[in-house]
């Protein structure tokens, strides 16, 4: 009866959680074969096709899936290390996909990850405020967060965000108890999260050194001594000289004025701006004086043994990924994108943070509008930390709450570096740097290019500080708490809601019923053509390409990855053939030599590629490649489905 009664919050919590899931994706429940989250055109087509390219390597090939030919099949196998490949997710699909089918596998794994990543946070908010309804209430916001259900139309790697969660809970319990076990437990969920998103391995890595970072340093405010006063004059002074040119420039647009016989120009705030936020980290450094917390040499055994621990059983289960990453620097396809001061990803809009939930039912279109055009599109700008988790936190901090140091310090760090490397706000960019702009250029934390991705984890925490302000509101009233969980909860319910949820067809043109009964050595040209990756495209490759691969199993001559090699590339456009195809997708003419050139060579490249079909878009491929194509490769028409043509090579004629 005991045994009952202490798994009964768990499952209380997991059932209540699958409803919640099913809820607030309807109507995908009552859909699972036929269509999905987020377009087969976008990332959600190379999602779904990651769980079919592994179990096709891995169970079918018997090799390691981290290496496919299945793309770029006309040169050496594409190395997926850097691939945003999702291999915990997939690996949970792995039983599913030979007995359900691709598509109602890859929901049922995205409805898991939810569920999962809402259950993770109920352990990691019961843990903070000791209360199972709280702890509940903050899971339920977590896992369908605004920010959250809007990955879940494209960026299913960052829906399943409960590694994050159990890594903070497992940190925790590592430096209250230094047991072994917990340092492995904590190796083994740094694997979980490199295996789910890069990013989340590396916001692991960043986390733990925050955390030791606030162990053993100490900020305490620095004595008024008269030197000190005179400093914190100073700087005050020229903060003002500085604030007040800057102010002055955006009102004035700022001035050009002669020196000297050279015409100079005051237009751009960036130095002032630069200048201000220097002066404003000195202000705030001076007032304050660091110290080192004092620990023996056994305390820093145990520091250093925990943490190799953890470190060795996040590298033995990482070794294949490793493995492959190894083989990519060994054949040279290892490339480091250069990371510009000015022009690198920006992050989300300050004001993003306060937003109503875009994607209610009666939000504004105006707020979608908004966020669409920023930069990186709608997908990466929403951060809406929900107005009644923000009213929850503010009412009991009015009341009397006090903030948790380490859920604070945790939001307002993530959030900072969530802005990016130059703060906007309204759309503006005021020019005052981030934290991100110095970190970008740090090993390891620098993979994680893209910043507004953070707000991630400024959800998390406030779904901690959410659960622990309701938690202290509750003790004030202890006869009401049921009558006020279930009212925030209620608000909470209506706030998230994103029923009923856009779907996306997921149908397989009937002409690929031809392809794949074809034999297994051919492969197939998609026209527009090309290489495709998450910055940068060479041609116009579609990931619905690879979507459609799930059905028909050939080889295709292009492909999308997350990230692609300039080696790779280069190497594809050293063939001339395929060089005027990404030259055509790209809506670019051939000269007439090139032309009739090419055309001369197509029957050679067709054996040579043993090209066996060409499925042509006609509603995004040029009347010219299309028109070239047909020469070239002697095609002819088998079927038309809608904007689909499909052709089959015929050399004899």
Do not use: K, M
């Given at each position: 009866m005991r045994h009952s009664r202490r798994w009964r919050p768990h499952a209380g919590a997991l059932l209540g959680y699958a409803a919640i899931a099913i809820v607030f994706t309807w109507p995908l429940a009552a859909n699972l074969g036929t269509h999905l989250t987020g377009s087969p055109a976008g990332d959600t087509g190379v999602y779904v096709w990651n769980q079919w390219v592994f179990q096709h390597e891995l169970l079918e090939h018997r090799s390691l899936p981290y290496f496919t030919d299945a793309i770029f099949s006309l040169g050496r196998r594409a190395n997926l290390s850097l691939h945003n490949y999702t291999a915990f997710q997939n690996l949970v699909a792995l039983p599913f996909v030979g007995w359900l089918g691709v598509v109602p596998t890859f929901n049922l794994v995205y409805l898991l990850m939810t569920v999962l990543t809402a259950y993770a946070t109920f352990l990691l908010a019961w843990h903070a405020a000791g209360r199972v309804g709280e702890a509940w209430l903050a899971g339920l916001l977590f896992a369908w967060s605004p920010v959250l259900v809007t990955r879940g139309g494209g960026h299913f790697s960052l829906v399943a965000a409960a590694p994050l969660a159990v890594f903070l809970l497992l940190l925790v319990r590592t430096a209250e108890r230094e047991r072994m076990r917990d340092a492995v437990a904590l190796g083994a969920a740094v694997w979980w999260a490199a295996s789910t998103d890069v990013y989340y391995a590396v916001y692991c890595v960043l986390i733990a050194a925050l955390f030791m970072l606030a162990r053993i340093v100490t900020v305490q405010h620095r004595p008024h001594d008269s030197g000190a006063r005179m400093v914190r004059w100073t700087l005050d002074v020229l903060l003002c000289c500085v604030g007040g040119l800057a102010l002055s420039m955006a009102v004035t647009g700022g001035w050009q004025f002669t020196f000297l016989g050279r015409v100079a120009s005051m237009r751009s705030l960036y130095t002032p701006m630069l200048a201000f936020t220097a002066l404003a980290i000195a202000r705030v450094a001076w007032?304050?004086?660091?110290?080192?917390?004092?620990?023996?040499?056994?305390?820093?055994?145990?520091?250093?043994?925990?943490?190799?621990?953890?470190?060795?059983?996040?590298?033995?289960?990482?070794?294949?990924v490793l493995y492959a990453v190894g083989v990519r620097v060994a054949d040279g396809s290892w490339e480091s994108q250069p990371v510009?001061?000015?022009?690198?990803?920006?992050?989300?809009?300050?004001?993003?943070?306060?937003?109503?939930?875009?994607?209610?039912?009666?939000?504004?279109?105006?707020?979608?509008?908004?966020?669409?055009p920023r930069p990186d599109a709608y997908f990466e700008n929403v951060a809406s930390l929900t107005f009644v988790a923000l009213g929850t936190i503010v009412i009991?901090?009015?009341?009397?709450?006090?903030?948790?140091?380490?859920?604070g310090s945790l939001a307002l760090v993530s959030a900072a570096l969530a802005l990016g490397p130059f703060v906007h706000v309204a759309g503006v960019n005021t020019q005052i740097p981030g934290p991100w702009a110095l970190l970008r250029y740090v090993p390891l934390i620098g993979l994680a290019r893209t910043p507004g991705r953070f707000s991630v984890v400024v959800m998390l925490a406030m779904a901690v500080l959410f659960a622990c302000a309701l938690r202290w509101l509750s003790r004030r009233v202890p006869g009401r708490r049921r009558v006020l969980l279930a009212a925030v909860g209620t608000l909470l319910v209506v706030e998230l809601l994103p029923a009923p949820r856009p779907l996306y067809s997921a149908a397989i043109p009937r002409i690929y019923r031809h392809v794949q009964a074809a034999p297994e050595e051919v492969r197939v040209l998609e026209l527009p053509f090309g290489v495709r990756d998450g910055t940068s495209s060479a041609g116009n490759f579609s990931a619905r390409s690879q979507f459609f691969q799930t059905a028909h199993g050939k080889r295709l001559i292009g492909g999308y990855l997350s990230r692609v090699s300039r080696r790779r590339v280069s190497e594809i456009r050293s063939d001339s053939m395929l060089d005027a195809l990404i030259w055509l997708s790209e809506g670019r003419p051939l000269d007439a030599s090139r032309d009739a050139s090419l055309v001369d060579m197509g029957p050679a490249f067709v054996q040579r590629a043993v090209v066996g079909f060409v499925v042509v878009d006609r509603e995004r491929c040029p009347a010219a490649l299309r028109e070239f194509a047909i020469r070239a490769f002697r095609l002819q028409l088998i079927e038309t489905d809608g904007a689909f043509e499909l052709y089959r090579p015929v050399l004899g004629s």
């Open positions: 007032s304050y004086r660091t110290a080192i917390v004092p620990f023996d040499r056994r305390d820093a055994w145990r520091v250093v043994r925990v943490s190799t621990v953890a470190a060795v059983c996040a590298a033995v289960l990482l070794s294949p510009f001061w000015r022009s690198s990803p920006s992050g989300v809009d300050l004001l993003a943070f306060v937003l109503p939930n875009p994607n209610h039912p009666l939000a504004p279109e105006a707020i979608r509008a908004w966020l669409a009991a901090w009015r009341a009397g709450w006090r903030i948790p140091p380490l859920w």
